[in-house]
Every structure is written in C-alpha cells, then in structure tokens.
C-alpha cells in the first residue's frame, strides 16, 4: 500500500480543500405563479414547466 513520504502541509491541505464548499441551488423565478424554483425542473407550487401544465398538483388552502 502506499505511504506518504513527507506530511502534507496545511496550507496544501486547505488548498485542496478550496473547492469543497457547499453553494445554494441556482433559483429562478416561475413565470406562470412567480415562486423560486430550480431551472430545468417542474415548478413545485403550481407544476408548470416550459409554458404548459406537467404535473397536477393539489390546491392547497
């Protein structure tokens, strides 16, 4: 198995560690009832997607 040779450094190690981070979703708003959502992806509110009605969805109240 391989072994290091040397200890990585920290600085290296958090360099490493730069891209680890955990970014929110992209989100736009629905053009049909105006809640965010996320591109590309039925509208969960109203069930929308690319002008036409995709998903039925139970009015809530």
Request: proline share 10%; hydrophobic share 25%.
């Amino acid at each position: 198995m391989a072994v290091p040779k040397k200890k990585t450094s920290q600085a290296r190690r958090d360099q490493r560690r730069a891209h680890h981070a955990i970014t929110p979703p992209n989100l736009t708003s629905c053009p049909n009832c105006g809640e965010p959502r996320v591109p590309h992806r039925v509208c969960r509110n109203c069930g929308f997607y690319k002008g036409r009605n995709a998903v039925a969805v139970e009015a809530t109240e």
